[in-house]
C-alpha cells in the first residue's frame, strides 16, 4: 500500500514538475553567435571541485554535454576534490586567463568569502557566467515515523527530548546548513544535535535506517527516497511554499523569521579573460541551460521547482546577498571573520 | 530467484550486442583495475557518457562488471611489482610482493584469481538471495559508533603486521594515522596540518602515498641492492597453488567472504576496509603471525577474497535503498539517472528484469575472472623477466602518471616521492609499511565515523556500550591489544 501511495505522490509530483518544465522559456533569444576570432578553437577545460558523482560533477556533465550539443565545443572536466571546494579553486585561480578555462563551483565559494576576504569573491573576482541551479532546503523524517509527524509535533518531541534529539546535515564550520540550523534552533528555542555526514549515502542511510531522527537536505538530492516514499518533507526553507510541497509549511509560516539561505551552483570564468571571449561563453552557457538536455535533467533533480536561472548581473546579486547573509550570521555566531 | 537468474542470464547471453558490452567490462575493467593511478573509476568516468546511448540494463552491466572484474585487476600489480592497482588492493602486496621476491609469483597470483573468483561468486549469490533484507537490517544496526569499533578492531588485529618488532608495528600504525590527520577534519571542516598550503587542506590522498610507500620504496630498495652488489631478480614462479594448499585454506576463504560481505553492505565504506579487514581478520586467526607481511599465501588469499565479496555486497545498498557503497557505485546511481531510473525499492518493482541482468552478469563476471585471469597470468608472470634498469623506469613513469592523474595536482606527485623516501628509510630500520598504509587509509574512515558517532552518543562515550555490536567490537579489540602488550614485553619478542 505504502509502495502504491509513493509512486502516486512520484506520478503527482512528476506532473507538477513536468508542468513547470513545459512553461519553461529560454532567456537568451539568439540561438547562435559567431565565435569571436575563432575562439574556441580547442576543447574547453572545466575545472570542479568536487568528484564526478556528486551534485556538482552531475550538474557539470550535464552542463558541458548541454553546451558541446549547442556549439560543437568539447569540454574536459579536471575533477580536483578536496579542502570544501578550496583546492579547486585555487587550482582554478592559477589557471591562464585566456577563456580557454571555466570553472564550475557552488556557494561555499560564497560562504567561504565570507568567512575571509583573502578568498575569491566569485561575484568580484570571477565573472559568473549563469548560476544554473538554485534551490532551498528541507527538513525530512521517515514516513512510517511514529513519534511525529509534522514540524510542529516535531519540534515538541525535540524540546522534550532535553537535546538528545539528532539530525543529519553538512554541519561543518560555517556551512549552509550550520548557519540556517542556527536560525532554526534560534527561533524554536529547541536544541537538537548535528550530525555532519558529507557523504549523502551515509547521511540519507543513517534516516532511513534511524540512526538519527531528522535530515536537513534539498529536495533534488533525496527525490528518489521521496518517489519510494521513504522520507516526507515536514518543513520548507523558503519564502513560499513550491507547488510540488504545497502540503509543506514554509519556516515563515512556522514563526521563523529569517531570509533563506539558498543552495546554487553555478558556472565562471576569469574575471581577466578578453571580453569578447567572456560574452561568447556566457551565451553558450546561458543558452546550453536552455537545452533539452539540461532541462531534462533539472527536472530530475527538483531544480526547475524555483526559479533556478541567474544570467551575469543575477548571479552577483545573489551571491552578492548571501556573502552579505553569512558574513552577518558569522559575527553574531562570534566566528573570526577576516 | 532461480528461475529470475536464468531469464537474467539469458536476456543477457540472448543478444550479441549486450555480450559485447559484457565481455568489454570484463577485460576493461581487468585493464583499467592493473594500471596504477588509472583505475576502474578512470574506465567508468570516461563511459559514463556513452552509457546514455545504451538500454539501462546494458549501462548499468556494464558499470557492475567493471566494478567486479576491476577490483581484482590491481591485485596483479600488486604482486608482481607492489604496485597495487587500487587501495582495495594494497593488502595483497603485503604479502603477494614478498611471494614474488622468494620466486613464488605464480602460487601467489595464482590464488589471486581463484580468490577473487570465489568471493566474487559468493558475493553474487548472497546478493540475489537477500538484498532487501539484508540492505534493512545493515542501516538500522550499523552507525558510525559501530563503524568505528569495527575500524578500532581491524586496527588492534593487524597493527602488529609487518613490523620487524610488535613496538615497531604499532609505531608504523601510529604514524599512519598522524598522516590521515594532515587536511580538513572530516566534520567541522577546520585544517589541520596544512602548514598554509591549500592543497594539502583535501589531505594526503591514498593513491600517492600507497603508490610512493609501496612502489617507489621499492625500487629505491632494489636500485640499492644493485648499486652494491646485492641485487637478485625476482625468479618467475609458474607454480599455481595445489588443491591441497588451497584447500588448507578453506576457513580463510570462508572467514574473508563474511567480512568482505559485512564491509561491503555497509553504505559508504566498500570494498577498502574489507581488504583490510579480511586479511586482519587472517592475522588474528593465524598461529604464525609472524610469517604474515614476509610473504605469506594466506594473506593473499584472505584479501583478494574479501575485496571481490564487498563487490556484490556493496550493490545491496544502492539497489534496495540507494545507497552507493564507493565511488564506483555511486557513478552507478548517474547511470540509472540518465535512464530516468533512480535505484531503490522500487527498481525492484519497476524494473525486475534490468535487475537480474545486472545480477547474472556479477556472477558470470566474477567466473570471468577465473577463466580469463588464468589464461592471462601465463602470459603477464613473464613481465618479471623484464630486466631491473628497464622495468624500475617504466614502474616509476607509471606510478607518477597515476599519481598525478587522479586529481591532476602536482602535489600528490610529491607526496608519492615523499612517501617513497620515507618507505625506503623506514624499511632500512624494521618499521611496517603496511601498518602506515593500514593506519593511513582506516584512520581516515576511523576518525570520521568516531567523530560522528561520538556526536550521536552526545560525547559520552559509555553510551557506545549500550550498543551490542559496537560494544562487542570494541571489546574484542581491546582484548588483541592487551594481548598484543603483552607478547610485547615477552623475552621473545624484545630479542627481535
Same mark, same amino acid.
Given at each position: 500500500?505504502?509502495?502504491?501511495?509513493?509512486?502516486?505522490?512520484?506520478?503527482?509530483?512528476?506532473?507538477?514538475?513536468?508542468?513547470?518544465?513545459?512553461?519553461?522559456?529560454?532567456?537568451?533569444?539568439?540561438?547562435?553567435?559567431?565565435?569571436?576570432?575563432?575562439?574556441?578553437?580547442?576543447?574547453?577545460?572545466?575545472?570542479?571541485?568536487?568528484?564526478?558523482?556528486?551534485?556538482?560533477?552531475? /550538474?557539470?556533465?550535464?552542463?558541458?554535454?548541454?553546451?558541446?550539443?549547442? #556549439?560543437?565545443?568539447?569540454?574536459?572536466?579536471?575533477?580536483?576534490?578536496?579542502?570544501?571546494?578550496?583546492?579547486?579553486?585555487?587550482?582554478?585561480?592559477?589557471?591562464?586567463?585566456?577563456?580557454?578555462?571555466?570553472?564550475?563551483?557552488?556557494?561555499?565559494?560564497?560562504?567561504?568569502?565570507?568567512?575571509?576576504?583573502?578568498?575569491?569573491?566569485?561575484?568580484?573576482?570571477? !565573472?559568473?557566467?549563469?548560476?544554473?541551479?538554485?534551490?532551498?532546503?528541507?527538513?525530512?523524517?521517515?514516513?512510517?515515523?511514529?513519534?511525529?509527524?509534522?514540524?510542529?509535533?516535531?519540534?515538541?518531541?525535540?524540546?522534550?527530548?532535553?537535546?538528545?534529539? #539528532?539530525?543529519?546535515?553538512?554541519?561543518?564550520?560555517?556551512?549552509?546548513?550550520?548557519?540556517?540550523?542556527?536560525?532554526?534552533?534560534?527561533?524554536?528555542?529547541?536544541?537538537?544535535?548535528?550530525?555532519?555526514?558529507?557523504?549523502?549515502?551515509?547521511?540519507?542511510?543513517?534516516?532511513?535506517?534511524?540512526?538519527?531522527?531528522?535530515?536537513?537536505?534539498?529536495?533534488?538530492? /533525496?527525490?528518489? &527516497?521521496?518517489?519510494?516514499?521513504? &522520507?516526507?518533507?515536514?518543513?520548507?526553507?523558503?519564502?513560499?511554499?513550491?507547488?510540488?510541497?504545497?502540503?509543506?509549511?514554509?519556516?515563515?509560516?512556522?514563526?521563523?523569521?529569517?531570509?533563506?539561505?539558498?543552495?546554487?551552483?553555478?558556472?565562471?570564468?576569469?574575471?581577466?579573460?578578453?571580453?569578447?571571449?567572456?560574452?561568447?561563453?556566457?551565451?553558450?552557457?546561458?543558452?546550453?541551460?536552455?537545452?533539452?538536455?539540461?532541462?531534462?535533467?533539472?527536472?530530475?533533480?527538483?531544480?526547475? /521547482? !524555483?526559479?533556478?536561472?541567474?544570467?551575469?548581473?543575477?548571479?552577483?546579486?545573489?551571491?552578492?546577498?548571501?556573502?552579505?547573509?553569512?558574513?552577518?550570521?558569522?559575527?553574531?555566531?562570534?566566528?573570526?571573520?577576516? | 530467484?532461480?528461475?529470475?537468474?536464468?531469464?537474467?542470464?539469458?536476456?543477457?547471453?540472448?543478444?550479441?550486442?549486450?555480450?559485447?558490452?559484457?565481455?568489454?567490462?570484463?577485460?576493461?575493467?581487468?585493464?583499467?583495475?592493473?594500471? +596504477?593511478?588509472?583505475?576502474?573509476?578512470?574506465?567508468?568516468?570516461?563511459?559514463?557518457?556513452?552509457?546514455?546511448?545504451?538500454?539501462? =540494463?546494458?549501462?548499468?552491466?556494464?558499470?557492475?562488471?567493471?566494478?567486479?572484474?576491476?577490483?581484482?585487476?590491481?591485485?596483479?600489480?600488486? $604482486?608482481?611489482?607492489?604496485?597495487?592497482?587500487? +587501495?582495495?588492493?594494497?593488502?595483497?602486496?603485503?604479502?603477494?610482493?614478498?611471494?614474488?621476491?622468494?620466486?613464488?609469483?605464480?602460487?601467489?597470483?595464482?590464488?589471486?584469481?581463484?580468490?577473487?573468483?570465489?568471493?566474487?561468486?559468493?558475493? =553474487?549469490?548472497?546478493?540475489?538471495?537477500?538484498?532487501?533484507?539484508?540492505?534493512?537490517? =545493515?542501516?538500522?544496526?550499523?552507525?558510525?559508533?559501530?563503524?568505528?569499533?569495527?575500524?578500532?578492531?581491524?586496527?588492534?588485529?593487524? @597493527?602488529?603486521?609487518?613490523?620487524?618488532?610488535?613496538?615497531?608495528?604499532?609505531?608504523?600504525?601510529?604514524?599512519?594515522?598522524?598522516?590521515?590527520?594532515?587536511?580538513?577534519?572530516?566534520?567541522?571542516?577546520?585544517?589541520?596540518?596544512?602548514?598554509?598550503?591549500?592543497?594539502?587542506?583535501?589531505? $594526503?590522498?591514498?593513491?600517492?602515498?600507497?603508490?610512493?610507500?609501496?612502489?617507489?620504496?621499492?625500487?629505491?630498495?632494489?636500485?640499492?641492492?644493485?648499486?652494491?652488489?646485492?641485487?637478485?631478480?625476482?625468479?618467475?614462479?609458474?607454480?599455481?597453488?595445489?588443491?591441497?594448499?588451497?584447500?588448507?585454506?578453506?576457513?580463510?576463504?570462508?572467514? @574473508?567472504?563474511?567480512?568482505?560481505?559485512?564491509?561491503?553492505?555497509?553504505?559508504?565504506?566498500?570494498?577498502?576496509?574489507?581488504?583490510?579487514?579480511?586479511?586482519?581478520?587472517?592475522?588474528?586467526?593465524?598461529?604464525?603471525?609472524?610469517?604474515?607481511?614476509?610473504?605469506?599465501?594466506?594473506?593473499?588469499?584472505?584479501?583478494?577474497?574479501?575485496?571481490?565479496?564487498?563487490?556484490?555486497?556493496?550493490?545491496?545498498?544502492?539497489? =534496495?535503498?540507494?545507497? +552507493?557503497?564507493?565511488?564506483?557505485?555511486?557513478?552507478?546511481?548517474?547511470?540509472? %539517472?540518465?535512464?530516468?531510473?533512480?535505484?531503490?525499492?522500487?527498481?525492484?518493482?519497476?524494473?525486475?528484469?534490468?535487475?537480474?541482468?545486472?545480477?547474472?552478469?556479477?556472477?558470470?563476471?566474477?567466473?570471468?575472472?577465473?577463466?580469463?585471469?588464468?589464461?592471462?597470468?601465463?602470459?603477464?608472470?613473464?613481465?618479471?623477466?623484464?630486466?631491473? %634498469?628497464?622495468?624500475?623506469?617504466?614502474?616509476?613513469?607509471?606510478?607518477?602518471?597515476?599519481?598525478?592523474?587522479?586529481?591532476?595536482?602536482?602535489?600528490?606527485?610529491?607526496?608519492?616521492?615523499?612517501?617513497?623516501?620515507?618507505?625506503?628509510?623506514?624499511?632500512?630500520?624494521?618499521?611496517?609499511? +603496511?601498518?602506515?598504509?593500514?593506519?593511513?587509509?582506516?584512520?581516515?574512515?576511523?576518525?570520521?565515523?568516531?567523530?560522528?558517532?561520538?556526536?550521536?552518543?552526545?560525547?559520552?562515550?559509555?553510551?557506545?556500550?549500550?550498543?551490542?555490536?559496537?560494544?562487542?567490537?570494541?571489546?574484542?579489540?581491546?582484548?588483541?591489544?592487551?594481548?598484543?602488550?603483552?607478547?610485547?614485553? @615477552?623475552?621473545?619478542?624484545?630479542?627481535?
Amino acid at each position: 500500500m505504502n509502495k502504491l501511495l509513493g509512486i502516486g505522490v512520484a506520478a503527482t509530483m512528476m506532473m507538477a514538475v513536468g508542468g513547470t518544465a513545459n512553461a519553461f522559456e529560454c532567456k537568451v533569444t539568439e540561438a547562435s553567435m559567431d565565435k569571436p576570432g575563432g575562439f574556441p578553437e580547442r576543447a574547453l577545460t572545466m575545472v570542479v571541485p568536487y568528484g564526478p558523482a556528486g551534485g556538482s560533477g552531475q /550538474v557539470a556533465a550535464a552542463m558541458a554535454e548541454g553546451v558541446t550539443g549547442l #556549439t560543437g565545443v568539447a569540454i574536459n572536466r579536471d575533477h580536483k576534490p578536496g579542502g570544501s571546494g578550496t583546492v579547486g579553486m585555487t587550482a582554478y585561480m592559477t589557471s591562464p586567463a585566456d577563456g580557454y578555462n571555466v570553472l564550475e563551483h557552488i556557494d561555499d565559494a560564497s560562504s567561504a568569502h565570507a568567512l575571509d576576504s583573502s578568498r575569491p569573491n566569485p561575484a568580484v573576482d570571477l !565573472i559568473p557566467l549563469v548560476v544554473s541551479q538554485v534551490t532551498f532546503s528541507q527538513i525530512y523524517i521517515r514516513t512510517n515515523e511514529t513519534r511525529y509527524d509534522d514540524w510542529n509535533s516535531f519540534v515538541a518531541w525535540v524540546k522534550a527530548q532535553g537535546g538528545k534529539a #539528532t539530525i543529519a546535515n553538512v554541519s561543518k564550520e560555517g556551512s549552509m546548513e550550520r548557519v540556517t540550523m542556527k536560525f532554526i534552533t534560534d527561533a524554536t528555542g529547541m536544541e537538537i544535535q548535528q550530525i555532519s555526514f558529507d557523504k549523502g549515502a551515509p547521511r540519507y542511510g543513517a534516516l532511513l535506517g534511524g540512526q538519527v531522527d531528522a535530515l536537513f537536505e534539498q529536495p533534488g538530492d /533525496v527525490r528518489k &527516497f521521496l518517489d519510494a516514499d521513504n &522520507f516526507k518533507p515536514i518543513l520548507t526553507i523558503f519564502d513560499e511554499r513550491p507547488s510540488v510541497f504545497a502540503d509543506v509549511p514554509t519556516h515563515r509560516e512556522m514563526g521563523m523569521d529569517f531570509d533563506p539561505l539558498l543552495r546554487f551552483r553555478g558556472f565562471y570564468v576569469h574575471k581577466d579573460a578578453p571580453a569578447d571571449r567572456v560574452k561568447w561563453l556566457q551565451w553558450a552557457f546561458q543558452r546550453g541551460y536552455c537545452q533539452d538536455s539540461y532541462q531534462a535533467f533539472n527536472d530530475s533533480k527538483f531544480m526547475n /521547482v !524555483i526559479d533556478s536561472y541567474r544570467d551575469t548581473a543575477g548571479a552577483r546579486e545573489l551571491i552578492a546577498r548571501s556573502i552579505d547573509q553569512y558574513r552577518d550570521v558569522y559575527k553574531s555566531m562570534g566566528m573570526d571573520v577576516k | 530467484m532461480v528461475e529470475n537468474f536464468l531469464a537474467g542470464t539469458s536476456a543477457l547471453f540472448g543478444d550479441p550486442f549486450t555480450v559485447a558490452i559484457f565481455v568489454f567490462g570484463v577485460v576493461g575493467g581487468m585493464l583499467f583495475g592493473a594500471i +596504477p593511478g588509472v583505475s576502474m573509476l578512470t574506465l567508468a568516468a570516461i563511459l559514463l557518457p556513452f552509457t546514455a546511448d545504451l538500454e539501462p =540494463a546494458q549501462g548499468v552491466m556494464l558499470f557492475a562488471v567493471i566494478y567486479c572484474t576491476g577490483t581484482y585487476g590491481g591485485a596483479i600489480t600488486a $604482486i608482481l611489482f607492489n604496485i597495487p592497482g587500487a +587501495p582495495e588492493n594494497a593488502p595483497t602486496a603485503f604479502d603477494g610482493y614478498p611471494m614474488t621476491r622468494k620466486g613464488q609469483s605464480g602460487k601467489a597470483v595464482g590464488a589471486a584469481v581463484l580468490c577473487s573468483a570465489i568471493g566474487g561468486v559468493a558475493s =553474487a549469490l548472497v546478493m540475489m538471495a537477500a538484498t532487501e533484507p539484508l540492505a534493512n537490517w =545493515a542501516i538500522r544496526n550499523i552507525g558510525p559508533p559501530e563503524i568505528f569499533a569495527l575500524v578500532f578492531f581491524g586496527l588492534a588485529v593487524a @597493527s602488529s603486521v609487518g613490523g620487524r618488532t610488535i613496538w615497531k608495528g604499532w609505531m608504523s600504525v601510529l604514524l599512519g594515522l598522524l598522516i590521515a590527520t594532515i587536511g580538513q577534519d572530516p566534520v567541522g571542516g577546520i585544517n589541520r596540518y596544512n602548514f598554509g598550503f591549500t592543497d594539502l587542506a583535501a589531505g $594526503i590522498a591514498f593513491v600517492p602515498a600507497i603508490l610512493g610507500f609501496f612502489a617507489v620504496s621499492e625500487i629505491f630498495v632494489q636500485a640499492e641492492k644493485k648499486a652494491t652488489g646485492q641485487f637478485d631478480a625476482p625468479k618467475v614462479g609458474m607454480s599455481f597453488p595445489t588443491v591441497l594448499e588451497l584447500w588448507m585454506h578453506k576457513f580463510a576463504v570462508l572467514r @574473508s567472504i563474511l567480512v568482505g560481505f559485512f564491509c561491503g553492505i555497509l553504505p559508504g565504506i566498500g570494498a577498502t576496509l574489507a581488504a583490510f579487514m579480511g586479511y586482519g581478520e587472517a592475522v588474528r586467526w593465524s598461529k604464525n603471525k609472524e610469517e604474515f607481511g614476509k610473504g605469506k599465501l594466506e594473506g593473499v588469499i584472505s584479501s583478494e577474497t574479501a575485496n571481490n565479496a564487498a563487490t556484490g555486497a556493496a550493490m545491496i545498498p544502492l539497489l =534496495a535503498l540507494g545507497l +552507493p557503497g564507493g565511488a564506483l557505485t555511486a557513478m552507478m546511481v548517474a547511470v540509472f %539517472q540518465m535512464h530516468d531510473l533512480e535505484p531503490g525499492p522500487l527498481v525492484f518493482y519497476n524494473s525486475p528484469d534490468l535487475i537480474w541482468i545486472v545480477f547474472a552478469a556479477m556472477f558470470y563476471a566474477n567466473l570471468s575472472i577465473l577463466f580469463i585471469g588464468l589464461i592471462e597470468t601465463k602470459t603477464i608472470l613473464y613481465l618479471l623477466k623484464i630486466p631491473f %634498469q628497464f622495468l624500475a623506469p617504466l614502474i616509476l613513469l607509471l606510478a607518477t602518471i597515476g599519481a598525478y592523474i587522479s586529481r591532476g595536482l602536482v602535489l600528490d606527485v610529491m607526496v608519492m616521492f615523499g612517501a617513497g623516501i620515507l618507505g625506503f628509510l623506514l624499511r632500512r630500520t624494521g618499521y611496517s609499511i +603496511p601498518g602506515i598504509v593500514l593506519g593511513l587509509i582506516l584512520g581516515k574512515i576511523g576518525e570520521q565515523n568516531f567523530a560522528q558517532g561520538m556526536q550521536m552518543v552526545h560525547y559520552d562515550l559509555g553510551t557506545y556500550f549500550s550498543r551490542p555490536i559496537c560494544s562487542i567490537l570494541i571489546v574484542a579489540g581491546a582484548l588483541t591489544l592487551a594481548a598484543g602488550i603483552y607478547r610485547a614485553f @615477552s623475552p621473545a619478542s624484545n630479542s627481535a
